[in-house]
T-cell receptor, first 114, second 110 residues
């Protein structure tokens, strides 16, 4: 079946630094990938839609300059949290749209900014 | 826009009791819907999809066009069913985005 690999699974960084999170579709091509943020015991909040070869589409309220998304190939999308602050600490999840109309999710990345 | 609503944030039942997690949709056409589940500390995964008519882990979901619902049911809940459940519409095009509702947390008590 479709598999999405997300790395790292957890990361701790200092305030003011940048962190990159990778999302790879391992056995299928993902024209579209999605990035979500999830707070404890809450639903997934869509941050942006990432289309291969074009600029990402951000949801209202999501800072484009804070959360840089790159989708350079059909199997890789990256989310870079720039100049991270403690309020950026969260669980970030990527998802790839497959050919069967379903979505495959990564295992998530827990970001802690200290 | 395709939208689904899950009216219950929390559903708490005892082991062995029947479970019904509600999902209502609000779009026309031929709806296709999915149920996703997120167990504690695990990734979100597809539980079942309307079109396949499968029964996964004892769960079933029937599309009711008259009531515009796609409720998830299980006759006898197990403790391992405790998780977050999300109802979602499908991707209909390369750029369609999947927006989740609030989800329903199912807590099955011994």
């Amino acid at each position: 079946g479709a598999v999405v690999s997300q790395h790292p699974s957890w990361v701790i960084c200092k305030s003011g630094t940048s962190v990159k999170i990778e999302c790879r579709s391992l056995d299928f091509q993902a024209t579209t990938m999605f990035w979500y943020r999830q707070f404890p015991k809450q639903s997934l909040m869509l941050m942006a839609t990432s289309n291969e070869g074009s600029k990402a589409t951000y949801e209202q309220g999501v800072e484009k300059d804070k959360f840089l998304i790159n989708h350079a190939s059909l199997t890789l999308s990256t989310l870079t949290v720039t100049s991270a602050h403690p309020e950026d600490s969260s669980f970030y999840i990527c998802s790839a749209a497959g050919a069967d109309y379903g979505y495959t999710f990564g295992s998530g990345t827990r970001l802690t900014v200290v | 826009a395709q939208r689904v609503t899950q009216p219950e944030k929390l559903l708490s039942v005892f082991k062995g009791a029947p479970v019904e997690l509600k999902c209502n949709y609000s779009y026309s056409g031929s709806p296709e819907l999915f149920w996703y589940v997120q167990y504690s500390r695990q990734r979100l995964q597809l539980l079942l999809r309307h079109i396949s008519r499968e029964s996964i882990k004892g769960f079933t979901a029937d599309l009711n066009k008259g009531e515009t619902s796609f409720h998830l049911k299980k006759p006898f809940a197990q403790e391992e069913d405790s998780a977050m459940y999300y109802c979602a519409p499908p991707r209909t095009g390369g750029y369609n985005k999947l927006i989740f509702g609030a989800g329903t947390r199912l807590a099955v008590h011994p």
